[in-house]
Antibody, heavy 119, light 110 residues
């Protein structure tokens, strides 16, 4: 059974930094691209970043230059380093597994971790 | 800037059929955008419904179907049930590793 467990969300001050983690199990982590998707309170879903199996990384314009996605295949864990946080980054952050090669979608989701940026 | 458009809200009667659409401000949606659809109820993680335009995810009932209608992607729910009342999001792949979510459609079943 695929499981994704996010952690690291908390209250942080504007300008601060935070690292989110996503522990994966139930599949061969190194064989799948992974993504972060966020949802601000009362708002819709927003794709944030993806990490490909080849090491390629991709970012939404809203976070490029501030956020860094990475993965540790020895620990089956995905990370999101978030710097220069602003109140607009307040959201539930979901970790999502991408589908098989040749497809472009999110097939499994974690339950999310809440990041609140406020003074 | 790429914008994916969805109806903000829609209403359907129990047992009825509803089609939600997903458009692109820069032009027509095609299978090359790999349209996918997700269902979300308040406080819950999204659930994957449809991917690659019209492939149902595992366990999704066949009353959910995806297609391209005209210049948009579409999600059709046939025989709507009360527990279909949710927010529905489409995602389009726009290249260079970038996916864009639509703003979501709030579906009411009444």
């Amino acid at each position: 059974e695929v499981q994704l467990l996010e952690s690291g969300g908390t209250l942080v001050q504007p300008g601060g930094f935070l690292r989110l983690s996503c522990a994966a199990s139930g599949f061969t982590f190194s064989s799948y691209a992974m993504s972060w998707v966020r949802q601000a309170p009362g708002k819709g879903l927003e794709w944030v970043s993806s990490s490909g199996i080849s090491g390629a990384t991709y970012y939404a314009d809203s976070v490029r230059g501030r956020f860094t996605i990475s993965r540790d295949s020895s620990k089956d864990t995905l990370f999101l380093q978030m710097n220069s946080l602003s109140p607009e980054d307040t959201a539930v952050y979901y970790c999502a597994k991408r589908g098989p090669s040749g497809t472009v979608f999110f097939d499994y989701w974690g339950q999310g971790t809440l990041v609140t940026v406020s003074s | 800037q790429t914008v994916v458009t969805q109806e903000p809200s829609f209403s359907v009667s129990p047992g009825g059929t509803v089609t939600l659409t997903c458009g692109l401000n820069s032009g027509s949606v095609s299978t090359n955008h790999y349209p996918s659809w997700y269902q979300q109820t308040p406080g819950q993680a999204p659930r994957t419904l449809i991917y690659s335009t019209n492939t149902r995810s595992s366990g999704v009932p066949d009353r959910f179907s995806g297609s391209i209608l005209g210049n948009k992607a579409a999600l059709t729910i046939t025989g709507a049930q009360a527990d279909d009342e949710s927010d529905y999001y489409c995602v389009l792949y726009v290249g260079s590793g970038i996916s864009v979510f639509g703003g979501g459609t709030k579906l009411t079943v009444l």
